[in-house]
């Protein structure tokens, strides 16, 4: 078997809040590193704090994986399910007396922390019970784990090898005082009982790996996995990602109306390079990927960055494609309902129009209004520069001509346009604004001939004697 055959990893979220960006972003590794050996990625929900942990967060944390595409070979596997095996395991160390009961209580223990801090020592745990053979009546005992004398190496497949002194370690906690295991210990079970090959995860981690990995030498002759900790993503201002500086759930962003084309791009970005190139497909990705490419320093988070790749992605995707994806937006914003039968080669061409402007779905969505809505509103500036009296005899002269057509397409609404701009000797400009401002209410839009195009006649027509009439009525106010 090759080593590459070998390769098992895993993404492990706590189900205590929503799937972060953070969190996606070692998804994503994992699911590429996994997918680039042609490995196993698999899917572990740690939700052993009952306090905190929520089905809630749980099917969150499954949605967000599943509309970024990272599907799991194996999983979704709960801590919560696995308590007996994590029991016998304390029993298990606690019989080899790698582990040992400690009767300390919590007085006490804040008595030697208060003196250490006093003296200005690192606490650490002192050992205390560690030869204790008799129970201490009144009080239920932690068990912790017998920390080893000498060092801990960690050879990262990212940031090198780091040394650790075990002596700075301490007998750490592994089972609390009503019996349940703690994080450290229930991990290290968890990647020994599912041949776990890589750990890669984020660097605020790395102060747990010493402990784990002389946990997981007590418990097996194998060696432990290799480990690689990701960069910290850090906000515009170089402090931790957090809400200050904008979304940082996953379905946030889809919500926002972003691809998880273009997420998955940008995550993958945040920490990993391939030369100069920004534009990844999925499959690209797994082609390239590397520990090899992925910095040390930390990654910062840059929205804009986000939002130029989103437009990328919506720019190259099919438009019957979006026009599904448009959808949803449509009915959050009331242009549609759910009895509401959209035409599907219409909405591609509407969309069609569109692409090329909009960065997110939410902006796609909005700029749709002036094809579905009955009526539209106008801007006022725009309203007040081009709705003017001069404007008055080309909207008259164009909704003439746009009644007698039979040919609605692009050529001969450019014809249309070209005939009267020529007889009133302006240039389309002249003409072309106040349309635009009366069929969508502002001057912003796509291709007027596509617009109108699109709009269709009937439309078209109402919207241009609307603004005939505004116009008409603002001169009789004058008058």
């Known amino acids: 078997m090759s080593e590459h055959e070998k390769v098992r990893v895993r993404f492990a979220p ?268 999925m499959q690209e990705m797994i082609e390239k990927f590397s520990f090899k490419s992925i910095g040390k320093a930390a990654a910062v988070f840059n929205p804009e960055k986000l939002l130029w790749l989103n437009a990328h992605y919506i720019k190259s995707m099919s438009s019957e494609k979006l026009s599904e994806l448009l959808k949803p937006f449509l009915s959050k914003n009331g242009l549609i309902s759910e009895d509401t039968v959209l035409d599907s080669k219409w909405l591609a061409r509407a969309v069609d129009t569109l692409k090329e402007r909009s960065r997110t779905l939410v902006e796609m969505a909005d700029s749709m209004r002036y094809y579905i809505a009955d009526e539209v509103e106008y801007d006022k500036k725009a309203r007040e520069k081009f709705l003017v009296d001069e404007s008055l005899p080309l909207l008259e002269t164009l909704t003439e001509h746009i009644e007698n057509l039979n040919d609605f397409t692009h050529d001969t609404l450019e014809a249309v346009f070209k005939e009267i701009c020529e007889k009133a000797e302006i240039k389309l400009k002249k003409l072309a604004q106040p349309v635009r401002v009366a069929l969508t209410g502002g001057t912003a839009s796509p291709g007027i001939y596509e617009l109108i195009e699109v709009m269709g006649k009937e439309k078209t027509l109402k919207r241009l004697k609307k603004a005939i009439m505004v116009i008409n009525n603002y001169r009789r106010k004058l008058a």
């Not at 042609?38 to 939700?47: N, Q």
Request: proline fraction near 4%.
């Open 14 to 281: 706590s189900p205590t809040g929503y799937l972060h960006i953070g969190g996606a972003r070692t998804a994503l590794f994992n699911w590429l590193y996994a997918k680039s050996c042609g490995g196993i990625f698999i899917l572990r929900i740690e939700d052993t704090d009952r306090d905190r942990s929520t089905d809630e967060y749980i099917q969150a944390i499954l949605a967000g994986m599943q509309w970024l595409g990272l599907k799991a070979d194996e999983g979704p596997y709960r801590q919560t399910d696995r308590l007996g095996v994590y029991k016998q395991y304390i029993d298990r160390i606690l019989a080899e007396e790698k582990a040992y009961y400690c009767y300390c209580t919590k007085e006490e223990l804040e008595v030697k922390k208060a003196a250490a801090v006093a003296a200005k020592k690192l606490y650490k745990y002192d050992g205390t019970c560690r030869q204790r053979k008799k129970p201490r009546e009144g009080v239920d005992p932690v068990v912790r784990f017998k920390m080893p004398p000498g060092t801990t190496v960690v050879d990262d497949l990212i940031r090198g090898r780091m040394v650790f002194e075990n002596s700075q370690l301490d007998d750490f906690i592994i089972a609390r005082s009503d019996g349940t295991p703690v994080y450290n210990f229930v991990v290290v079970i968890d990647d020994l009982d599912m041949n776990i090959s890589h750990i890669i995860r984020g660097d605020d981690h790395i102060n747990n790996t010493p402990k784990q990995i002389q946990l997981y030498r007590a418990l097996s002759l194998k060696e432990p996995p290799k480990f690689a900790h990701l960069p910290m993503i850090l906000g515009a201002d170089k402090a931790r990602l957090s809400k200050r500086h904008g979304a940082t759930s996953v379905m946030a962003y889809k919500e926002m109306g972003y691809l998880p084309e273009a997420l998955n791009n940008y995550l993958v970005r945040l920490g990993w390079s391939s030369g100069d190139q920004e534009v990844f497909s």
